[in-house]
């Protein structure tokens, strides 16, 4: 199923029946509410959904609501990794009242970061080789192996803070039926790297922990020649239960319409009918736009069921 998702439009309504009747005229009935979802925009999502049979919210993107004293979008005020045990306990609560509000809209989806590593991202080197056409040289090669090192070296104990916040979670996603989904990050500060995110994978089996594919964030690091697009979504599509799809302009514009940047969208593996593909648009595009680009960009990438 294809949904939108409100990251594009939550910071500038005061109404959330208003907000979710903007999207649904550029013809979507399923929604994500993201990460900017203030209190005061609650009674008016459920009065849209009460008015609105066909309306659905599918997934929710963690924190949402924001907690009090919020009014801005930002997926990252806590971290599951903090070093302060305080933090973490914020990041654990709020991520559970997410749970709670997922229950009350219907939604069995909730968006994860995992939190990040304390350190420079090292990709300012990468950045600088790839401007340079030197992406597929030995020399660029090294620049990779050299971040991944240092990020390994760096990202044990934040990973192993993170991972104790997680297996919290998946407990209390048992509980409510919920799947959380862990989203692949831009930064290499981030977490999980690739190989922690196998990780993730095989210590949490649970039909209620999953993997979320973001389309932006992982052309990205292909970009700086950290990973190959395809070849990354095929290892991983086995546990997939959601995807964000964006594209991303060379080197740092994501949230592009599909199309307009380098994601190779017909490479990808096929993503399935059945989890929720929500479109993760910029603020600034302007909703004729949307409407006239998704509908054909849908048809063409929605596999048919059997």
């Known amino acids: 199923m294809f949904a939108f998702s409100t990251c594009w439009n939550s910071d500038r309504h005061i109404d959330g029946a208003a907000m979710l009747r903007e999207i649904a005229s550029m013809g979507f009935a399923h929604f994500e509410l993201s990460h900017g979802i ?3 925009l609650i009674e008016g999502i459920q009065t849209a959904r009460k008015e609105n049979p066909n309306f659905r919210v599918v997934s929710l993107h963690n924190y949402c609501p924001l907690p009090v004293g919020y009014i801005r979008s930002s997926p990252n005020i806590y971290f599951l990794s ?9 990041a654990v609560r709020a991520t559970i009242a997410t749970m709670d509000f997922a229950e009350k809209m219907g939604a069995r989806h909730i968006v994860l970061h995992m939190g990040e590593v304390r350190m420079t991202d090292p990709v300012e080197p990468l950045m600088a080789s790839v401007a340079a056409g030197k992406r597929d040289t030995t020399g660029h090669r090294e620049l990779v192996a050299r971040a991944r090192k240092l990020r390994d070296a760096k990202g044990g104990r934040a990973f192993a803070r993170a991972m104790e916040s997680l297996s919290t979670l998946v407990e209390e996603a048992r509980l409510r039926n919920l799947v959380l989904g862990v989203e692949s990050r831009a930064r290499l500060d981030e977490i999980p790297s690739e190989a922690e995110l196998e990780r993730i994978l095989a210590e949490f089996s649970s039909e209620h922990l999953g993997y979320w594919h973001d389309t932006g964030h992982v052309q990205m690091w292909e970009n700086l020649g950290l990973a190959d697009h395809a070849v990354w979504l095929k290892k991983f599509q086995g546990r997939l239960v959601g995807a964000h799809l964006h594209d991303v302009i060379w080197p740092e514009h994501d949230h592009q319409l599909p199309g307009d940047g380098s994601v190779p969208f017909d490479r990808l593996a096929p993503l399935r009918a059945e989890i929720p593909k929500v479109f993760e648009m ?25």
């Open 82 to 90: 903090a070093e302060r045990e305080s933090e973490r306990a914020k």
């Open 38 to 40: 203030r209190v005061s």
């Open 282 to 306: 910029h603020p600034g595009i302007p909703p004729e736009v949307i409407s006239t680009r998704l509908k054909p960009f849908m048809k063409k990438i929605e596999p048919a069921r059997p």
